[in-house]
């Protein structure tokens, strides 16, 4: 076969096989390759690599819009100097997203401002550029959704969404207390993750003594709780909002 057949051969074969990158690549990996003298099987990595390289930015693209993050925030923007409270080291430690390998959940308490939103969204950002799927979603939507769903018969559509994500970011717990059927719906997406040994991060203003009051039934809040920090740690961070400080450093003042 002369090589002109096989390498229209090639192409049909890459365009069925949907191998889009390789397919734009395939001239200049093989002028590349004849330049610099490479071997048949150096040829074929290089193919390779470039279409792996394309679908894995394709898919990290796809998953940032499905994410549902509100906004991109990244863990290098963080100030740790204004904010001493939050310990650089853990959240260091987690940026290498050991923490989802291992299905371990991370809380984020403290009052409003100091950044809980912050680390989390940086968090699944990591995550997000590292080919993970990510679902973000504030428990006020989790709430909406879940009303809509359940009017609709479609629970299980959006547990399941929220079940295939590799980590999940529940932003903003305590704002409002939940009706019986939300609290129940959250502890059971909460509870199945936690089966399945899948990464959770919860932010909250309120300590986990006041968790009671936000569930309509101390034990869930109880069961729940159990649950998230069977394998995860939490992070308690007590300063000064950022909002403010900023605002009070700019001579701006709330009276
Ligand atoms: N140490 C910090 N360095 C840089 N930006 C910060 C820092 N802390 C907070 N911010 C910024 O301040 C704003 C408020 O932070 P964030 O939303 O993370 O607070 P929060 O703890 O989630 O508050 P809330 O309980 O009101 O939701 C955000 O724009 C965030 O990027
Ligand atoms: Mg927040």
Partial sequence: MSSQVSY?????????????????????VL???????????????????REQRDRFERRVKTNFKLS????????????????????????????????LHQGENVLFLGPCGV????????????????GHRVYFLTLHDLVTKARTAREKNKLHVLERVIHRSDLFVLDELGFLPL???????L??????????????????NKSFGQWGEIFPDSVLATALLDRLLHHGITINIRGESYRLKNRREAGITLS
Wanted: charged fraction near 35%.
């Fill in 8 to 28: 229209e051969r090639v192409r049909e074969s890459l365009e069925r096989l949907k191998m889009e990158a390789a397919l734009v690549e395939l001239d200049d």
């Fill in 179 to 185: 009706a019986a059927e939300d609290a129940t719906f």
């Fill in 115 to 130: 950044g809980k939103t912050h680390i989390g969204v940086g968090l699944a950002v990591k995550a997000l550029e590292n």
């Fill in 31 to 49: 002028e590349r390759g004849g330049r610099e003298e490479k071997s048949a099987v150096e040829i074929l990595d290089d193919l390779l690599e």
């Fill in 68 to 99: 549902g993050l509100p906004l991109v925030k990244r863990l290098e923007e963080f100030d740790f100097e204004a904010q001493p409270q939050v310990p650089k080291r853990t959240v260091e430690e987690l940026a290498t997203l050991r923490f």
């Fill in 187 to 204: 502890f059971e997406v909460i509870n199945k993750r936690y089966h399945c040994q899948k990464s959770t991060i919860v932010t909250s």
